[in-house]
């Protein structure tokens, strides 16, 4: 692998340019395919804080129109208008023709936390008539206190952060309707449970959605598919199988709903290791079957042909995630659209012919394409990132294989540094991802192009855990966090220093957010190596995190049981258990509200780092939640990625090769 040599004064991406990347998300084509709109995420460094905004492309494609900040949901059948939501929460139709927006309802959010795949979204009928669409009933709310708060849940945190409460108010989350046309708003699904991601019949007259409605829903993990007749309001339970349901999707002819499904006893509101699969029953909710087995991927993002005769979705092979398709008939599965680069979601015009989805690579921002000519054509529709980005150099990564120590093959990416020459030695960073089932590929990661400008080389790996290669591959971390994807790791370090003689294996350093800092804190407690480490949201107690955490059910689901049952094997995987053997040069950073890893977690670590003695520095961000993720404000976020660079360039660049 020998990176490009670029020109000494190339420039890459630094803190300044983080106000400056437009997140582009959430694009819906228009039922005629003239009208696209999606949504554009804009940082605003005096307000510290982002900008949703809601951009109307023309037919014609060449004017923008920015209808307000907030999300949009849903055309209307016809096309000719669009259901909005701003970010105070009201629902409002925009009438294209007119360029003119109503008041529709208000919708209120409950900080209860279901699970990541949990859509509250808002969906027009098929006969245009009605509006479903999810609201917390706050009237049941529970008031903060903050004298007292009596806790008798076990899901009683939320997930915190820029002004979010640290805590849930209980507020179950039903199904609601209102006229197209207007009026008043009604409850379709009333009790104490909780119901998300909808989807009508075609025929308006039932609504199928997701909940969780066993006899103590705080701590068993499972939900099925249910519908609610919007007539009677009858409400019936359509899957009985053990696991997880998410996101379902009716048939353009009524007779089926698919959906994602996981099987596992133990579920999980976090991150699971069985790979998520597309189900499929009647729409009486007989005849349950797997469509997607074959594929042995993690299935995402589901949607029907116009025809009910295919499904399309996304999925992760390799570090690329691309558009599949699947008979229905036959199970038959084959890519639509892929190659290098990650597609995060994806829309088909009405004849299902052709696609609007949303890209990234390693070295480009998301943006929108759309296919003509059935698939032959591909067209860049956004323009979002080009103009900041003509005087960029961001390095494009190379991908390579190497055998672990088990002769597993293991999947890894390396960034050249900005102005690399292959006459120079240069300092190497280890970065690792969260999850721990994620996956690294070719995706835009800002962390390593900021890296990259600072003179490092960036190296990144998929180890045993991680999604894209297959359910045995995922299944690595299960009772074993710590074991072999550290070996893969480590492997994939030895990889790159003998495959790259222009790495200099003497100035090696280490960072992670969630899993991946939660690794970091594992690899300074088991060798010297590295010269520094930089821990982002990280775990060190595995025992204490089941305790705390809001995603407890994790540790049930990787380690086969309660844990009170395996406070043995917890301790064992634990960084915190061997901290006496650390040396490393070690910067924890760590949101203060983050209830997905407690701050406590940090404080353990860093207690432990000071008391051996080990330079160590840990960084509290004041109402911020988890770690590395998009909605960590402007400022914390150039805060936090300077102060890892620092880290780096003393303990790291500065040390002597």
Not at 195 to 217: G, K, Q
Not at 301 to 311: A, E, F, V
Not at 430 to 459: C, K, T, W
Request: with cysteine; net charge negative.
């Amino acid at each position: 692998m020998t990176p490009t040599e670029l020109n000494a004064s190339s420039r890459g991406l630094v803190t300044e340019d983080l106000c400056k990347i437009r997140k582009v998300g959430a694009a819906l084509l228009s039922p005629a395919g003239n009208n696209l709109v999606y949504h554009v995420s804009v940082a605003d460094i005096v307000q510290n804080d982002y900008q949703d905004l809601i951009i109307l492309l023309s037919e014609d494609r060449s004017t923008k129109t920015v209808l307000g900040r907030g999300t949009a949901h849903a055309w209307s059948p016809d096309g000719s208008e669009l259901l909005y939501e701003t970010d105070n929460g009201e629902l409002h139709i925009y009438t294209v023709q007119t360029a003119t927006s109503r008041f529709l309802a208000q919708r209120h959010d409950s900080s209860f936390f279901s699970n990541h795949l949990a859509l509250k979204n808002c969906i027009w009928s098929p006969d245009g008539q009605y509006i479903a669409y999810l609201s917390a009933d706050l009237s049941l709310a529970e008031t903060e206190n903050n004298d007292v708060r009596v806790i008798d849940d076990l899901l009683y945190k939320s997930k915190g952060g820029r002004g979010r409460p640290a805590y849930s108010d209980h507020a179950c989350t039903h199904i609601y309707l209102v006229p197209a046309a207007g009026g008043s708003p009604a409850l379709l699904t009333p009790g104490p449970f909780n119901e998300h991601s909808i989807t009508w019949a075609p025929d308006s007259r039932h609504i199928a959605f997701i909940s969780n409605r066993t006899s103590r829903p705080d701590d068993i993990q499972q939900s099925d598919v249910w519908t609610v007749a919007i007539q009677t309001l009858e409400i019936t339970r359509l899957t009985q199988h053990t696991g997880m349901t998410y996101q379902p999707a009716w048939s353009p002819d009524g007779s089926h709903i698919a959906f994602l499904a996981v099987s596992g006893y133990l579920g999980t509101n976090d991150s699971t290791a069985e790979d998520t699969h597309i189900g499929m029953i009647s729409a009486g909710g007989s005849h349950f079957r797997y469509l997607t087995k074959s594929l042995d991927r993690r299935i995402e993002h589901i949607r029907w042909h116009p025809s009910g005769k295919h499904l399309f979705f996304i999925a992760g092979d390799h570090g690329d995630t691309s558009i599949y398709q699947v008979n229905i008939d036959k199970e038959e599965i084959t890519m639509v659209q892929g190659g290098a680069g990650c597609i995060y979601e994806f829309y088909l015009n009405g004849s299902g012919e052709d696609l609007v989805f949303i890209k990234a690579d390693t070295n480009r921002p998301a943006e929108i394409f759309a296919t003509s000519s059935q698939g032959t054509v591909i067209e860049q529709i956004t323009q979002e990132n080009t103009a900041w980005m003509e005087n960029k150099t961001l390095q494009q990564a190379g991908t390579f294989r190497f055998q672990s120590f088990d002769n597993l093959s293991v999947q890894g990416w390396l960034i050249p540094p900005v102005g690399f020459t292959e006459t120079q030695k240069y300092p190497l960073i280890l970065v690792i991802h969260g999850g721990p089932h994620n996956m690294f590929g070719h995706d835009f990661d800002e962390r390593m192009h900021l890296l990259s400008q600072a003179g490092y080389a960036v190296l990144y790996i998929n180890p045993r855990g991680s999604h894209g290669y297959g359910q045995s591959f995922s299944n690595g971390t299960i009772m074993n966090w710590g074991g072999g994807d550290y070996q893969d790791l480590m492997a994939g370090v030895d990889f790159a220093l003998k495959e790259n003689p222009w790495l200099d294996e003497e100035r090696l350093g280490v960072t992670g957010q969630s899993y991946g800092g939660y690794m970091t804190n594992w690899i300074i407690t088991q060798t010297s190596r590295f010269k520094a480490a930089v821990t982002d949201g990280g775990i060190s107690n595995l025992v204490s995190f089941a305790g705390t955490s809001l995603y407890h059910s994790l540790m049930e689901s990787e380690f086969g049981g309660r844990a009170y049952e395996r406070f043995d094997l917890l301790w064992q995987w634990s960084p915190l258990r061997n901290a006496g053997r650390a040396g490393t040069p070690t910067l924890l950073l760590h949101g203060e509200t983050d209830n997905e890893v407690p701050f406590s977690q940090a404080e353990e670590m860093y207690t432990a780092l000071k008391k051996q003695g080990v330079d160590t520095i840990l960084v509290q961000y004041t109402g911020e939640g988890h770690g590395w993720r998009p909605d960590l404000s402007p400022r914390s976020k150039a805060d936090l990625n300077e102060r890892m660079i620092r880290w780096f360039d003393t303990y790291v660049k500065a040390a002597v090769s």
